[in-house]
T-cell receptor
Framework: QKEVEQNSGPLSVPEGAIASLNCTYS??????FFWYRQYSGKSPELIMSIYSNGDKEDGRFTAQLNKASQYVSLLIRDSQPSDSATYLCASDVGGADGLTFGKGTHLIIQP | GAVVSQHPSRVICKSGTSVKIECRSL??????MFWYRQFPKQSLMLMAT?????????EQGVEKDKFLINHASLTLSTLTVTSAHPEDSSFYIC????????????FGPGTRLTVT
C-alpha cells in the first residue's frame, strides 16, 4: 500500500528563518513528488514538483529528493507570516492513479 | 495556465435531494480528472478517478451509485451526490492532470456541501 508520511506539527518558525518540512514515502516505484500548500478552508495549491534526485529551487522554495532514502523535503527561506498554512506532500507512481497525499504539516510563521 | 474551476463553490441542500458539482479545466484539456473529499482537519481522500469517455474508477469504500461521475468532454467532469444525507456534508475538490509531461495535478477551488 502506498503511503506518504509527514509530521503533522504544528511546526513553529520565526519570521525570516528557514522552515524545513519533511516527508517519507513507502512505494519505491514512486516517480514524481509534489508539494502543495493549503490554507484553511481552501483547496491545495501546487508550489513545487520534483522528479529526480537532488535539489530544485524556485524563488524562496527548495525541494529536495533522495530516492535511496525515500525522502522528500521542502525548504522555505525567509519565512513570511503568509507562509503559514498546511503543506501537503504527495507522490505519484506515474500511472492513472490519483496522487497519494500525506496528512500534511501545519506550519506557523511567528511574526 | 493550468486553471481548474468548480461550480458551485458552496451549496446547501436538504436531505434526500441530489446535488451536481461541475469541474472544468479552463485552459487545457484534461483526459483524467480526480475527485477528492476532505472533512474538517483531515487530509484529502481520493474518491474516484474520472477518465474522459469511460467509466470512473472508484476508491474502495466509495459508493459509485451514490457518487455519480461523468466525464463527457476533455474539459468537464461532474460529480452528482445522489440522495444526500448530513454525513455527506464535506469539502469536495476536483483536480485535473496538467498538460505537461509530468503528473502534476491542479486543483479546483472546491465545493463546500452542507446537507441539512
Amino acid at each position: 500500500q502506498k503511503e506518504v508520511e509527514q509530521n503533522s506539527g504544528p511546526l513553529s518558525v520565526p519570521e525570516g528563518a528557514i522552515a524545513s518540512l519533511n516527508c517519507t514515502y513507502s512505494d519505491r516505484g514512486s516517480q514524481s513528488f509534489f508539494w502543495y500548500r493549503q490554507y484553511s478552508g481552501k483547496s491545495p495549491e501546487l508550489i513545487m514538483s520534483i522528479y529526480s534526485n537532488g535539489d530544485k529551487e524556485d524563488g524562496r522554495f527548495t525541494a529536495q529528493l533522495n530516492k535511496a532514502s525515500q525522502y522528500v523535503s521542502l525548504l522555505i527561506r525567509d519565512s513570511q507570516p503568509s507562509d503559514s498554512a498546511t503543506y501537503l506532500c504527495a507522490s505519484d507512481v506515474g500511472g492513472a492513479d490519483g496522487l497519494t497525499f500525506g496528512k500534511g504539516t501545519h506550519l506557523i510563521i511567528q511574526p | 495556465g493550468a486553471v481548474v474551476s468548480q461550480h458551485p463553490s458552496r451549496v446547501i441542500c436538504k436531505s434526500g435531494t441530489s446535488v451536481k458539482i461541475e469541474c472544468r479545466s479552463l485552459d487545457f484539456q484534461a483526459t483524467t480528472m480526480f475527485w477528492y473529499r476532505q472533512f474538517p482537519k483531515q487530509s484529502l481522500m481520493l474518491m474516484a478517478t474520472s477518465n474522459e469517455g469511460s467509466k470512473a474508477t472508484y476508491e474502495q469504500g466509495v459508493e459509485k451509485d451514490k457518487f455519480l461521475i461523468n466525464h463527457a468532454s476533455l474539459t468537464l467532469s461532474t460529480l452528482t451526490v445522489t440522495s444526500a444525507h448530513p454525513e455527506d456534508s464535506s469539502f469536495y475538490i476536483c483536480s485535473a492532470r496538467g498538460p505537461g509531461q509530468g503528473y502534476e495535478q491542479y486543483f479546483g477551488p472546491g465545493t463546500r456541501l452542507t446537507v441539512t
